[in-house]
């Protein structure tokens, strides 16, 4: 689990890099397939606090502006640290196991 975390922040963080660029560049395709991306694996692992702002980007690029994208950029930003925060949380309850071979 630990793995599939890690992973998962991992490509969430370089996702939403993507899309402050996406947004700052005027990038209408690129927000829309991004968002919808981070969404998408984010619904996956469980971590669906993060979607609606998500959603709303997506929503507001399909509709071929990107009107208050900076405001939920940051939404997006603060919804992951609380994430973050409560799956490390999570885990320091489950010690790290040792692989067997």
Known sequence: MRELVELYFKQAGEIMASLEKAITGNAV???NHL?????GSSL??????VVPSLRRLEGAAKS???????ESMADVSEQMKVIRRR???????????????
Request: with cysteine.
């Open 29 to 31: 395709g690129d927000v």
């Open 35 to 39: 968002a919808h991306k981070l969404a």
């Open 44 to 49: 996956a692992c469980g971590m669906s606090a």
């Open 64 to 70: 071929g502006h990107l009107i208050g994208a900076r």
């Open 87 to 101: 799956v490390q949380d999570y885990l320091l309850g489950y010690p790290p196991t040792r692989k067997t071979e």
